[in-house]
């Protein structure tokens, strides 16, 4: 047993519309069959070993003092705790500018928004995500609205065996232009399922990047969820680098002609880390394009999982559809699993798939020592100069320092193991 129940659903706080919604969901999440490894979706992962029944839904989190949004240097910062706001900057000014940004239940036709992208692909964990999100987090940009500086969520989860269910909706109207900069960390073991949805209107441009830094005792079990709209651009990072077993379901969906759906993401395990990745890349509509680059590196005894699909609906002709996974393994012990799937129902497609899993090249080394550079200074060097291709693209340049130091760090205690 468990205690995600329709009563516990029911329980938390909120206007009547919500409170039926997630109560609809608990019952609907109570009659799922849970996910195990046989599904091709979970294929290689540890879903088996979860026990829902070791958490339970978390406390509010208020007790923690406000992050300090200006060591972000974002414009904005919504600054939630256990899921829900305890604390925000410059949001009237984000509001004078054309954006809405605030809780669903404070926000007009915040129950249409809620669910607009993420009913359409909903699985299990989205689906108890939508039973327990305490607060979901809105960002509205209004038609032909250009925000210079990327708007910061900042999630952090607390308290050992608690169960968070962080929720962001993000509408792009027509021809406006936004980024996005979500971050999660967490102390303790603790379940942490986030469900992102990004709904980006004709022309209209969203940046969006999520750095996982959870802690080494948290399960994460993630879905980013898009659609893309005529004429418009999406670009989806993420950078992976913490949790025990952290997994993010990516589903970009390209709805109208000349869609474009860009999906980036670098990832560092290490210790007896699994990190997991599933991309779905659907295209259903004419004249669409998405390119997909997805980088890796498994040292100690540490796992990764990537499986790709890319889909082709019969009425989407004229797509260029592409997907690459690369992974380094740097020690023996180390694992890495590659996917990539392609699934065409039209004949007028350009579509491409590549993956590689390998350790850090011989040669590569040997040219670095013979210049002097001692070797474990010149795998590092290597390592860090094979992320630089995801990096460099990434949509929210403000993040950079903090995931160099991220892979920098791991690095340096691979190097310290004996």
């Known amino acids: 047993m468990h205690p995600f129940t329709a009563d516990a659903a029911r329980a938390l706080p909120g206007p009547g519309w919500l409170s039926a919604r997630r109560a609809e969901a608990a019952e609907r999440f109570a009659s799922m069959a849970p996910p195990t490894p046989a599904a091709e979706e979970w294929r290689y992962s540890p879903i088996a070993d979860l026990d829902l029944g070791s958490y339970s839904v978390a406390a509010n989190g208020s007790e923690l003092p406000p992050a300090d949004p200006v060591a972000y240097g974002a414009a904005g910062v919504i600054d ?9 900057r410059s ?59 990327p708007i910061m969520v900042l999630n952090r989860t607390v308290g050992d065996g608690a169960a968070v269910f962080p929720r962001l909706v993000v509408r792009v ?181 590549a993956s590689a899993v390998g350790p850090v090249d011989p040669e590569q080394v040997f040219y670095l020592e013979s210049r002097g550079v001692p070797t474990a200074a010149a795998e590092r060097l290597i390592v860090a100069g094979f992320f630089d291709e995801v990096l460099d693209a990434l949509p929210v340049a403000l993040a950079i320092p903090a995931i160099r130091r991220s892979i920098n760090d791991k690095l340096r205690r691979l190097e310290a193991r004996p």
């Not at 939630?80 to 925000?88: D, E, F, K, P, Y």
């Open 80 to 88: 939630c705790v256990n899921g829900r706001i305890v604390a925000t």
């Open 173 to 353: 109207g027509a021809d406006a232009d936004v980024k996005i900069y979500d971050v999660q960390h967490s102390s303790g073991p603790v379940l942490v399922a986030p469900v992102v949805e990004l709904d980006v209107g004709p022309a209209g441009r969203l940046g969006y990047l999520n750095l996982q830094g959870l802690g080494d005792g948290a399960w994460q079990l993630g879905s980013h969820l898009a659609r893309v709209d005529r004429d418009a651009t999406l670009t989806a990072a993420s950078a992976g680098m913490g949790g025990a077993y952290a997994r993010t379901r990516t589903d970009a969906r390209l709805v109208g002609r000349g869609a474009s759906g860009d999906l980036l993401s670098l990832y560092f395990g290490s210790g007896s880390q699994m990190l997991d990745f599933r991309t779905f890349q659907d295209h259903a509509a004419p004249d669409t394009t998405s390119k997909l680059l997805y980088k890796g590196a498994v040292g100690d005894s540490s796992r990764s999982i990537y499986s790709g699909l890319i889909r082709v609906r019969p009425e989407a002709r004229g797509t260029n559809a592409f997907q690459t996974n690369r992974n380094l393994k740097l020690s023996e012990d180390a694992w890495a699993e590659s996917v990539p799937n392609l699934e065409i129902e039209n004949n007028e497609v350009r579509c491409s798939h």
């Open 91 to 149: 949001l009237d000014s984000l509001a004078a500018a054309g954006v809405v940004v605030g809780s669903v239940a404070d926000i007009d036709g915040g129950a249409e928004l809620l669910g607009s992208v993420a009913d359409d692909a909903a699985d299990h964990f989205t689906v108890l995500n939508d039973a327990f999100a305490p607060e979901p987090v809105v960002i509205d940009v209004a038609d032909g609205v250009t925000v210079a500086e």
